[in-house]
């Protein structure tokens, strides 16, 4: 497998040491980048000329023995949802194929800052409206472990390019999931920070209130090298919070003794394919016999979380993306007067997930049905908040699996609802902002199956202990999709 199955802090030593330069490393992933797009379609960009003019400015550092950092010279990737100054941004979607933002998101220039080295963006589903990558306006993105299988969504292309070697790291945005979903489908690590804990600026808008960029990558420790770089507080972002950001590596620690972990029943039930199901109690068993004390615990309205969810998302949405009318920026039909070419560019630039939930949302804000739907929606939020703060008063670990199934095939579901119901152990963490991992857990005919840990506000450190130390004592995350080890 060569350079593209190592770890962030293994290239890193590579680089140090002048075993390899960075543009030799770039050169290494673009090759495999091309090697393997044809299948797996994860990239939207690929930024191959600005990757190796950025690659040769680390190396002029390497030469001179200036200290780089642990990101620098490595390559990464960005999803499309990202705004990268000068380097399109079309978040999976028609209606932007052609934007070019003239500045970057507060998370690309914490990259940039770090000496990363951005190698393009990367597929999604359209607006981050999606639990598999087939909503994305331009192509579906495949599963690298069954190419015929989709790779989870919205961040599907984020993970997928993680599976698939493609990069060391990325990131993602997760809305109700689209960290954590793809990366279980994927067999990748996925964290959804803390709301607030990394900065929203430049991050295209689906749902102001729940939306938040995390990093996928191939180990818990290299997750935590990513997030130590795009965490923290950012003036630009009024959502944005100061707190005391720690290093996120000083919490791996391969212990969980006195560790309490609470197993909500809510997250076992309906829907919970029994395989999967066995791979997350054989993990909860794991984490019991390395010294963590488990019990089973309660969050009596978890069964409102998900029409919750969608009366709040597509309400946020259908307020982001009223702004897309052809007068500003994007796509602009040709039509007679302004009303029409109002219509005519929605109509043309949006895909059909895109049109549902802006049509739900708007119903849900319209008058005489804001009090029913929306300001109801919101106090139940405010309950299911109060769950969590209740059992977190008890445990400082919540454990679920991440999807109720490993990855389904491409087309394979038509109902949309069905396909909500994906994201049901996922969404009420957006909901209560908290953070929450996925990790490797086992197999089910051959396709990995994610395990999510969730903590409490800010608690990514506690997160990070229990996965490291679940980690260390398993094998999944060293597991290679069978295509990537025959192209590699």
Same mark, same amino acid.
């Given at each position: 497998?060569?350079?593209?199955?190592?770890?962030?802090?293994?290239?890193?030593?590579?680089?140090?040491?002048?075993?390899?330069?960075?543009?030799?490393?770039?050169?290494?992933?673009?090759?495999?980048?091309?090697?393997?797009?044809?299948?797996?379609?994860?990239?939207?960009?690929?930024t191959?000329?600005? @990757?190796?003019?950025?690659?040769?400015?680390?190396? %002029?550092? =390497? &030469?001179?023995?200036?200290?780089?950092? #642990? *990101? +620098?010279?490595?390559? @990464?990737?960005?999803?499309?949802?990202?705004?990268? %100054?000068? =380097? &399109?941004?079309?978040?999976?979607?028609? #209606? *932007? +194929?052609n934007?070019?933002?003239?500045?970057?998101?507060?998370?690309t220039a914490?990259?940039?800052?770090?000496?990363?080295?951005l190698?393009?963006?990367?597929?999604?589903?359209?607006?981050?409206?999606?639990?598999?990558?087939?909503?994305?306006?331009?192509?579906?993105?495949?599963?690298?472990?069954?190419?015929?299988?989709?790779?989870?969504?919205?961040?599907?292309?984020?993970?997928?390019?993680?599976?698939?070697?493609?990069?060391?790291?990325?990131?993602?945005?997760?809305?109700?999931?689209?960290?954590?979903q793809?990366?279980?489908?994927?067999?990748?690590?996925?964290?959804?920070?803390?709301?607030?804990?990394?900065?929203?600026?430049?991050?295209?808008?689906?749902?102001?209130?729940?939306?938040?960029?995390?990093p996928?990558?191939?180990t818990?420790?290299?997750?935590?090298?990513?997030?130590?770089?795009?965490?923290?507080?950012?003036?630009?972002?009024?959502?944005?919070?100061?707190?005391n950001?720690?290093?996120?590596?000083?919490?791996?620690?391969?212990?969980?003794?006195?560790?309490?972990?609470?197993?909500?029943?809510?997250?076992?039930?309906?829907?919970?394919?029994?395989?999967?199901?066995?791979?997350?109690?054989?993990?909860?068993?794991?984490?019991?016999?390395?010294?963590?004390e488990?019990?089973?615990c309660?969050l009596?309205?978890?069964?409102?979380?998900?029409?919750t969810?969608?009366?709040?998302?597509?309400?946020?949405?259908?307020s982001?993306?009223?702004?897309?009318?052809?007068?500003?920026?994007?796509?602009?039909?040709?039509?007679?007067?302004?009303?029409?070419?109002?219509?005519d560019?929605?109509?043309?630039?949006?895909?059909?997930?895109?049109?549902?939930?802006?049509?739900?949302?708007?119903?849900?804000?319209?008058?005489?049905?804001?009090?029913?739907?929306?300001?109801?929606?919101?106090?139940?939020?405010?309950?299911?908040?109060?769950?969590?703060?209740?059992v977190?008063?008890?445990?400082?670990?919540?454990?679920?699996?991440?999807?109720?199934?490993?990855?389904?095939?491409?087309?394979?579901?038509?109902?949309?609802?069905?396909?909500?119901?994906?994201?049901?152990?996922?969404i009420p963490?957006?909901?209560?902002?908290?953070?929450?991992?996925?990790?490797?857990?086992?197999?089910?005919?051959?396709?990995?199956v994610?395990?999510q840990?969730?903590?409490?506000?800010?608690?990514?450190?506690?997160?990070?202990r229990?996965?490291?130390?679940?980690?260390?004592?398993?094998?999944?995350?060293?597991?290679?999709?069978?295509f990537?080890?025959?192209?590699?």
């Amino acid at each position: 497998m060569g350079l593209i199955n190592k770890s962030i802090d293994d290239l890193h030593t590579m680089l140090v040491k002048k075993e390899i330069s960075s543009t030799e490393l770039t050169k290494e992933f673009l090759t495999h980048i091309k090697n393997t797009e044809a299948k797996v379609r994860a990239f939207l960009t690929i930024t191959e000329e600005t @990757a190796l003019a950025a690659a040769a400015k680390i190396d %002029e550092k =390497i &030469a001179k023995n200036e200290t780089i950092g #642990i *990101l +620098e010279g490595l390559p @990464a990737a960005l999803k499309d949802n990202m705004c990268t %100054e000068g =380097i &399109a941004t079309t978040c999976g979607s028609r #209606i *932007l +194929e052609n934007f070019v933002p003239p500045y970057d998101a507060t998370v690309t220039a914490k990259l940039k800052e770090a000496g990363a080295v951005l190698v393009g963006k990367l597929n999604m589903d359209e607006f981050a409206m999606g639990s598999s990558t087939e909503n994305s306006g331009f192509f579906p993105t495949s599963n690298p472990w069954d190419m015929k299988r989709v790779p989870g969504g919205s961040s599907g292309g984020s993970a997928a390019s993680v599976a698939a070697r493609e990069v060391p790291f990325t990131l993602g945005s997760d809305t109700g999931g689209s960290i954590r979903q793809p990366a279980a489908f994927c067999g990748v690590v996925g964290l959804k920070p803390t709301y607030g804990a990394v900065s929203r600026y430049g991050l295209v808008a689906f749902a102001s209130s729940l939306d938040q960029i995390g990093p996928l990558t191939k180990t818990v420790r290299d997750n935590a090298l990513v997030l130590n770089a795009v965490a923290g507080h950012d003036p630009k972002d009024s959502t944005s919070v100061p707190f005391n950001k720690p290093d996120y590596t000083q919490f791996l620690e391969n212990n969980v003794k006195g560790l309490k972990i609470g197993v909500p029943k809510e997250f076992f039930g309906l829907g919970l394919q029994p395989e999967v199901e066995k791979v997350i109690r054989n993990g909860i068993q794991t984490l019991q016999e390395l010294g963590a004390e488990v019990e089973e615990c309660s969050l009596p309205h978890m069964e409102y979380a998900m029409p919750t969810y969608y009366i709040i998302a597509p309400a946020e949405c259908s307020s982001n993306l009223a702004r897309y009318d052809g007068v500003r920026y994007g796509y602009r039909a040709e039509a007679d007067d302004m009303i029409d070419m109002f219509k005519d560019t929605r109509a043309k630039g949006f895909g059909q997930e895109v049109k549902r939930r802006i049509m739900l949302g708007t119903y849900a804000l319209s008058s005489g049905y804001y009090d029913a739907y929306y300001l109801k929606a919101q106090k139940v939020r405010t309950l299911i908040k109060q769950d969590f703060d209740k059992v977190f008063a008890r445990y400082d670990v919540l454990i679920s699996p991440t999807a109720p199934t490993p990855a389904y095939k491409i087309g394979e579901i038509s109902d949309p609802l069905t396909i909500y119901m994906g994201d049901v152990y996922t969404i009420p963490v957006n909901l209560a902002g908290l953070p929450a991992i996925s990790l490797p857990a086992g197999f089910v005919n051959g396709l990995p199956v994610g395990m999510q840990l969730i903590g409490k506000h800010f608690d990514e450190g506690v997160l990070y202990r229990a996965a490291y130390t679940f980690e260390q004592n398993t094998d999944y995350h060293k597991e290679i999709p069978a295509f990537i080890k025959e192209v590699g």
